[in-house]
T-cell receptor, first 115, second 118 residues
Framework: NAGVMQNPRHLVRRRGQEARLRCSPM?????VYWYRQLPEEGLKFMVY????????ESGMPKERFSAEFPKEGPSILRIQQVVRGDSAAYFC?????????????FGPGTRLTVT | AQTVTQSQPEMSVQEAETVTLSCTYD???????LFWYKQPPSRQMILVIR??????QNATENRFSVNFQKAAKSFSLKISDSQLGDTAMYFC???????????????FGKGTLLTVNP
């Protein structure tokens, strides 16, 4: 059973460009979480999604950031008009439906560098 | 809101010895989970151990064990017989479980960098 897949692993964008980060959850998992890790910091929750539904986006910046988890395909975290402060590692985690949602399995992360 | 505090930014230990990493948290919830995650230089987040708050017995996973003091809101990680491969950042994390799907997010501490020396 393949783990959580994230791509790209490294992404370089110039200021003002768009960044698209992809996350494919583990097979059978229907819950996806995105976290951001700034340098020298722990991970900070951004958004929690189920298929075609945003459950909790309380950690998402109000502007420029959006996330989706369509019926088919990976979850996408989209950052428009990137700025230097967006440089960070972005981690996706997934969990199965039902009573074990507390078990979150993490992907390897995408390291975004904004130049 | 919940907070998680790891007061030791860095620690080191000799191979084969025992080390304890500290974590305290602040919450008004009674039903929650606590976790320790390991992040080696590869940056992959790996679950080390999990503790349910309603369980009085401390969780154990091979060389890893916790000392969970619910009243003191303390959750320390003990690593026995330290190995070179244990060198990593260790993050303590909290998850509340009371009502509604929005309560499954993890709140992390800032981490402790553990170095195991040969």
């Amino acid at each position: 059973n393949a783990g959580v897949m994230q791509n790209p692993r490294h992404l370089v964008r110039r200021r003002g460009q768009e960044a698209r980060l992809r996350c494919s959850p583990m097979k059978g998992h229907s819950h996806v979480y995105w976290y951001r890790q700034l340098p020298e910091e722990g991970l900070k929750f951004m958004v929690y999604l189920q298929k075609e539904n945003i459950i909790d986006e309380s950690g998402m910046p109000k502007e420029r950031f959006s996330a989706e988890f369509p019926k088919e395909g990976p979850s996408i975290l989209r950052i428009q008009q990137v700025v230097r402060g967006d440089s960070a590692a972005y981690f996706c985690a997934s969990s199965p439906r039902g009573l074990v949602v507390h078990e979150q399995y993490f992907g390897p992360g995408t390291r975004l560098t904004v130049t | 809101a919940q907070t998680v505090t790891q007061s030791q930014p860095e620690m080191s230990v000799q191979e084969a010895e025992t080390v304890t990493l500290s974590c305290t948290y602040d919450t008004s919830e009674s039903n929650y989970y606590l976790f320790w995650y390991k992040q080696p230089p590869s940056r992959q987040m790996i679950l080390v151990i999990r503790q349910e708050a309603y369980k009085q017995q401390n969780a154990t996973e091979n060389r890893f064990s916790v000392n969970f003091q619910k009243a003191a809101k303390s959750f320390s990680l003990k690593i026995s017989d330290s190995q070179l491969g244990d060198t990593a950042m260790y993050f303590c994390a909290f998850m509340k479980l009371s009502g509604g799907g929005s309560n499954y997010k993890l709140t992390f501490g800032k981490g402790t960098l553990l170095t195991v020396n040969p």
